[in-house]
């Protein structure tokens, strides 16, 4: 168990829609990141989150966005969800000036 | 950009050793990383290396670094059916601490 929890596990929406994806990470840790993996595929980095500010992004469009809270915590939101959007989406937390990131169990998206 | 690549699959028997490999392109990593995950799981990190160094040993686990060929291998001693599972490099991006992952090797142990 790395301390890092996600929810819902699973999600089912419809194309079009929007979801939040709820992440709250490992004790002490201000850092979090969100990873989108395809099925069959590697994680691949969506945006990282330190002090509450986006401070890195990878190749998602804008319809991706995330928020960071005060304890932490953190949020993705998918707008306009298209079938591609389906995916295990994972969180992952890390003390500020260290490298190693713990993941947490992820949330399955299904868009119908 | 950065690519990682791994072979796809590895069967081995139980009490065989594995070695699973994987090739990066960024030599300006700082860490590379082996997580594994099993079906409709996470990412379980089991252990990573400094790029400054050439081994690391961590019980079953034995991870070599070449840099000059960019190639990371992790060998798994006395291999379990609990093994079974994919295995993911990863090296972080210089300065930004976020992970390229490859897409993975799934190790199958038979009994």
């Known amino acids: 168990e790395t301390g890092v929890t996600q929810s819902p596990t699973h999600l089912i929406k419809t194309r079009g829609q929007q979801v939040t994806l709820r992440c709250s990470s490992q004790s002490g840790h201000n850092t979090v990141s969100w990873y989108q993996q395809a099925l069959g595929q590697g994680p691949q980095f969506i945006f990282q989150y330190y002090r509450e500010e986006e401070n890195g992004r990878g190749n998602f469009p804008p319809r991706f966005s995330g928020l960071q809270f005060p304890n932490y915590s953190s949020e993705l939101n998918v707008n306009a969800l298209e079938l591609d959007d389906s995916a295990l989406y994972l969180c992952?937390?890390?003390?500020?000036?260290?490298?190693?990131?713990?993941f947490g169990p992820g949330t399955r998206l299904t868009v119908l | 950009g950065e690519d990682v690549e791994q072979s796809l699959f590895l069967s081995v028997r139980e009490g065989d050793s594995s070695v699973i490999n994987c090739t990066y392109t960024d030599s300006s990593s700082t860490y590379l990383y082996w997580y594994k995950q099993e079906p409709g799981a996470g990412l379980q990190l089991l252990t990573y290396i400094f790029s400054n160094m050439d081994m690391k040993q961590d019980q079953r686990l034995t991870v070599l670094l070449n840099k000059k060929d960019k190639h990371l291998s992790l060998r798994i001693a006395d291999t379990q059916t609990g093994d079974s599972a994919i295995y993911f490099c990863?090296?972080?991006?210089?300065?930004?601490?976020?992970?390229?992952f490859g897409k993975g090797t799934m190790l199958l142990v038979s009994p």
């Open positions: 990863a090296e972080n991006e210089s300065g930004y601490s976020t992970l390229t």
């Open positions: 992952a937390s890390r003390q500020g000036g260290t490298d190693t990131q713990y």
